[in-house]
């Protein structure tokens, strides 16, 4: 598989709840974003890693939210204490270095909070 | 915050006619990209145009950049019912270290067989 791969596809759950996303970029890849995307709107950056190294963090990024990359290779996003507003598209991109902004997305997690 | 403007929001025009979309951004960019997103799904990447260039090509996509006018266009030609889906304008923040894109909020273009 070449793509990024994002697991789950869907998680419902109930608000309070702790979540955890996945994702596997694209092998050869060293840099990785999280977007977060709500209905209607275009993806929003909330976080970036090159290789293993968290480089960058959005204020969107609450302290409810965390994200790793402990290998320089996949990613999980864990959302804490879910809350409503947290319902939205969840989307990871990777991309080489060297290749300023340009970068492949996996097909998202959608995330609603009952 | 997101950095372009899309214009129409939404578009819906009859299969076979030409689709044209617009982007407006706020800084200075290096490259800006137009991606493609189906409905419920990731979205995929279509074209990058560097600040450099005024026009680029690719199959039926036609995208221009004005960097005086700091704006963009997306000409599709020759629609068709797959085209149908959301369309986002991205460039990089020159002002991040992590080369991140940002999004526009979209248009929404519909094509009616």
């Known amino acids: 598989d070449t793509g990024v791969s994002q697991n789950p596809r869907h998680k419902i759950t109930k608000r309070g709840q702790n979540v955890t996303f996945r994702c596997d970029p694209i092998?050869?890849?060293?840099?990785l974003y999280w977007y977060r995307q709500t209905l209607g709107q275009g993806p929003e950056f909330l976080t970036y890693?090159?290789?293993?190294?968290?480089?960058?963090k959005s204020r969107l990024l609450s302290d409810r939210f965390s994200a790793e990359r402990p290998k320089g290779s996949f990613s999980t996003l864990e959302i804490q204490r879910t809350e409503q507003g947290d319902s939205a598209m969840y989307l990871c991109?990777?991309?080489?270095?060297?290749?300023?902004?340009?970068?492949?997305f996996g097909s998202g997690t959608r995330l609603t909070v009952v | 915050s997101q950095q372009g403007e899309e214009d129409p929001q939404a578009l819906s025009i009859q299969e076979g006619e030409n689709a044209t979309m617009n982007c407006s951004y706020k800084?200075?960019?290096?490259?800006l990209q137009w991606y493609r997103q189906n409905s419920g799904r990731g979205l995929v990447h279509l074209i990058l145009?560097?600040?450099?260039?005024r026009e680029k090509h690719s199959g039926r996509l036609r995208v221009t950049l004005d960097t005086s006018k700091k704006s963009s266009s997306l000409l599709i030609t020759a629609s068709r019912a797959a085209d149908t889906a959301s369309y986002f304008c991205?460039?990089?923040?020159?002002?991040?270290?992590?080369?991140?894109?940002?999004f526009g909020s979209g248009t929404r273009l519909s094509i009616r067989p």
């Open positions: 890693f090159q290789n293993e190294a968290q480089l960058e």
């Open positions: 991109a990777s991309s080489p270095g060297g290749q300023k902004g340009l970068g492949t």
């Open positions: 145009i560097r600040s450099n260039e």
């Open positions: 991205a460039t990089d923040d020159m002002s991040s270290s992590a080369s991140k894109i940002i």
């Open positions: 092998s050869e890849h060293n840099r």
């Open positions: 800084t200075s960019i290096n490259n």
